[in-house]
């Protein structure tokens, strides 16, 4: 078998001011870097190398590598949904509107309370969030089905107000009813933590919407969003996920939904270890290399109690938004948060900082 390629950007720069062809920039957005960590896959074995940007076109694998940087440092064009123009220029937040009784994280506080679960969305929205994120079904660990019905009656009504009030809106389902039912009431992006492969109708239904799709990665999302793993059975974790979010980005792309409206997740905290989500979050930059825009969804999960004193989900937000800034740092377009305004203002901090560092001295 011929061995695989991957390029990670490492070594990042505050700046490329002064630096012409000594540096890249990121995915056409805020970030630049001086180096890539060159990794071939060949069976079992795996080797790294370090390559600075200035000489990785006169390499002589140049023919092999070239088409990765070039997807690695593509502008990732805009998205049209509605009257608002989403834009991946820089990182901004997708704030999570649970609507279930048994979330882990808000213990259900919206669920049965139409007016102040469309409320809780609007107050995203003038927080700063770019995307609002409704969701019917825990994807916890251990969580129950829920019926479609079900799962329709409690998102629709808080879809509809937040599609009216101008918002955009993303449905987080498996489950192509669901899909259906929230596009026509007004939701334009369908989150899907299956990547489309629970339900057999869910890629021909957003195929036809010709809506945006966010695809995650998880072990075998045909047996639930954890698939029976949680984490270790990986060769390397990094490599693995990128493998199979890049096959799965193609399989959608040839059903006949547009690559530009595709957006990836390597899925923390889904059929992951501590270590395997760590590993992610620390590599994150090589999933640039599939030529989509990439969400990071890390607020208040489990990992963040296991590194701080086993802290309950509702004392993990300083955890959440060092998750969130480290994805900014690696190019992530979108950050997945509960806490909305929290968040914003981390991120405006450091676009603050990094334009000062745009700013020749």
């Not at 251990?142 to 937040?162: N, T």
């Not at 029976?228 to 890049?246: F, P």
């Not at 208040?300 to 740092?329: Q, T, W, Y």
């Amino acid at each position: 078998m011929a061995a695989r390629h991957y390029l990670r950007p490492v070594q990042f720069v505050d700046t490329p001011v002064g630096r012409d062809g000594e540096v890249a920039r990121l995915a056409g957005g805020l970030g630049w870097f001086a180096a890539w960590e060159w990794i071939a896959r060949e069976g079992g074995g795996i080797t790294k190398r370090t390559v600075p940007v200035a000489v990785l076109a006169d390499l002589p694998e140049a023919e092999l590598l070239m088409p990765i940087a070039e997807r690695v440092t593509a502008r990732r064009p805009a998205l049209t949904l509605g009257t608002r123009v989403l834009r991946f220029d820089q990182p901004q937040v997708m704030g999570i509107l649970n609507l279930t009784p048994d979330s882990f994280s808000d213990g259900g506080k919206h669920a049965g309370d139409l007016a102040a679960a469309a409320q809780a969305g609007v107050d995203m929205t003038i927080h700063g969030a770019a995307v609002v994120d409704v969701g019917g079904e825990s994807t916890r660990p251990g969580a129950e089905e829920v019926w479609e019905g079900d799962e329709i009656a409690r998102v629709l009504p808080a879809i509809e107000r937040l599609a009216g009030s101008g918002a955009i809106v993303s449905v987080d389902t498996r489950k192509a009813e669901v899909m259906e039912a929230a596009l026509r009431a007004g939701a334009h992006v369908v989150n899907d933590v299956a990547a489309l492969l629970w339900d057999p109708r869910g890629l021909d239904v957003v195929a036809r919407a010709g809506c945006p799709v966010v695809l995650m990665h998880s072990p075998d999302p045909a047996k639930g969003p954890h698939g029976g793993v949680m984490g270790g059975s990986y060769g390397d974790v990094l490599l693995d996920v990128y493998d199979w979010l890049e096959r799965r980005v193609a399989e959608v792309a040839a059903a006949g939904v547009e690559r530009s409206k595709i957006l990836v997740d390597p899925g923390i905290g889904f059929g992951k270890s501590l270590a395997d989500n760590l590993a992610l979050l620390n590599g994150l930059s090589l999933f640039h290399g599939i030529g989509c825009p990439i969400v990071v969804g890390a607020s208040r999960k489990r990992m963040i109690g296991a590194l701080s004193n086993e802290a309950p989900a509702e004392a993990r937000l300083g955890g959440s938004v060092a998750l969130a800034l480290k994805g900014a740092e690696q190019g992530a377009q979108l950050v997945r948060v509960h806490d909305v305004f929290e968040t914003v203002q981390a991120l405006r901090v450091w676009r603050g900082m990094r334009d000062a560092a745009l700013v020749a001295r």
